[in-house]
């Protein structure tokens, strides 16, 4: 196995989440690379990636004399104990919020957070961030208020869901589990997951209940949150996220219902490419999942060095990575085509459209000005960049980060369901 493309750091991190999360045996190879001079650069990478708590067990699990040194192994203590205070004030609000929902007859599921922290050994390392709650589409104003009743205001709205915060809290409320695309595809995704709430399994972690996706429904939430930000991009935080549920349900019962559902929305070889990762990485068992190994381990390796580049929801990204999700093809249709110049140009336009959407919210009401906006984001970054005041981008770098989403996406095949 080739694993030249994974940084000496990086093959630190894999190593320790393979020992936290399936407590694997450490390898003699990447022992040896343990050394002082590399853990703050672990340290830092492991953040970015948003499982720096996640292989903090990993860490004290280490023969001591390649530990990190005192200075480094008490702030990742300290950044573990914070975290976990943070997760329990967290999932206490979580508490607060779906109490508030109930009061008022109104039924929710969450999605993501603590229904996949579930199915971690330690839940309570596995970083928290956004409580994401589903309602039903006719409840949203109701549920709205009632959040704006108890203390929380507006920050934004998306097209699927609203952001409200209160004290550091921010809650998501979703009406649809992500942006489906506009096709037979997208009419499938929609129909198959609008009863998720009358689906809903209870949860508990410790001693707190509470109402999750059924494990279709669940699978479902997780790999349309990833393809959503393939573009941006995904970190090791979501790909855990992924092998940790995958593990936790092997029932054939499940698959069953779910490979053919997968194969024919066209996300079968996205959730084979991430499931063989998890084989070949981080120690999950190919015997129970079988149907993963049909995964090419050349695009298994390739979608890995997005997600090692990437970092958590594109915290790595460098600015010609950025500036690349607007340029690509995107996903192929549908029929096996790539796109024509036209459908490029109105795809270019409307991921324009988006981040218009986000930064001059006045747009929702006025999209009449949607195409002046989008001529000016580009236009600004240019000059903010002549002035000095944005990164360079460099051509030859741009256009290589191009083709290589391109060609990952004509790997994965996403939402591509004709051959």
């Known amino acids: 196995m080739d694993t030249n493309f994974i940084a000496n750091t990086n093959k630190i991190i894999i190593e320790l989440l393979k020992n936290s999360l399936f407590n694997i045996d450490f390898s003699n190879n990447v022992m040896s690379i343990c050394n002082q001079d590399i853990w703050h650069d672990v340290y830092r990478e492991a953040s970015m990636h948003c499982v720096d708590t996640l292989i903090f067990q990993g860490i004290m699990n280490l023969p001591k004399d390649i530990r990190p040194e005192k200075d480094i192994l008490e702030k990742w203590r300290n950044t573990t104990i914070i975290r976990m205070l943070h997760n329990e004030y967290l999932i206490k609000e979580q508490t607060n919020v779906l109490g508030y929902l109930t009061e008022a007859g109104i039924n929710s599921v969450i999605l993501k957070g603590t229904s996949v922290s579930y199915f971690y050994p330690s839940p309570e390392l596995r970083p928290l961030g956004d409580i994401d709650i589903l309602i039903n589409k006719g409840e949203y104003e109701a549920a709205a208020n009632v959040l704006y009743k108890n203390g929380y205001v507006f920050d934004n709205k998306h097209d ?193 459209s988006k981040s218009a959407k986000r930064d001059f919210p006045f747009l929702n009401k006025y999209p009449l000005f949607l195409p002046i906006m989008c001529l000016y984001i580009p236009l600004r970054y240019i000059v903010r960049m002549i002035m000095g005041k944005r990164p360079k981008l460099t051509t030859g770098k741009l256009l290589k980060k191009i083709k290589w989403k391109n060609n990952l996406y004509k790997e994965l095949r996403i939402f591509q369901t004709k051959f």
Request: aromatic residues 10%.
């Open 160 to 352: 699927f869901h609203l952001v409200v915060r209160k004290s550091g809290i921010v809650v998501e409320l979703h009406t649809e589990v992500s942006r489906y695309p506009n096709n037979e595809v997208g009419i499938l995704l929609s129909n198959s997951l609008n009863n998720i709430i009358g689906n809903a399994r209870q949860y508990k972690i410790n001693n707190t209940k509470f109402p999750g996706p059924s494990p279709f429904d669940n699978a479902m939430v997780l790999l349309l949150h990833m393809q959503r930000h393939l573009n941006k991009g995904i970190g090791l935080r979501q790909l855990c996220d992924w092998i940790m549920f995958v593990n936790s349900n092997s029932q054939s019962e499940l698959w069953n219902e779910l490979l053919p559902f997968l194969e024919k929305i066209g996300l079968k070889k996205f959730a084979s490419v991430l499931t063989k990762i998890g084989v070949i990485y981080l120690g999950l068992d190919s015997k129970t999942f079988l149907w993963c190994l049909e995964a090419d381990n050349r695009v298994c390796d390739m979608l890995l060095q997005d997600i090692l580049y990437s970092g958590n929801i594109g915290r790595k990204r460098s600015n010609e990575d950025s500036a690349s999700g607007y340029l690509t093809d995107g996903y192929e249709n549908t029929d096996g085509s790539t796109y024509n110049k036209i459908e490029y140009i109105k795809r270019i336009f409307k991921n324009f």
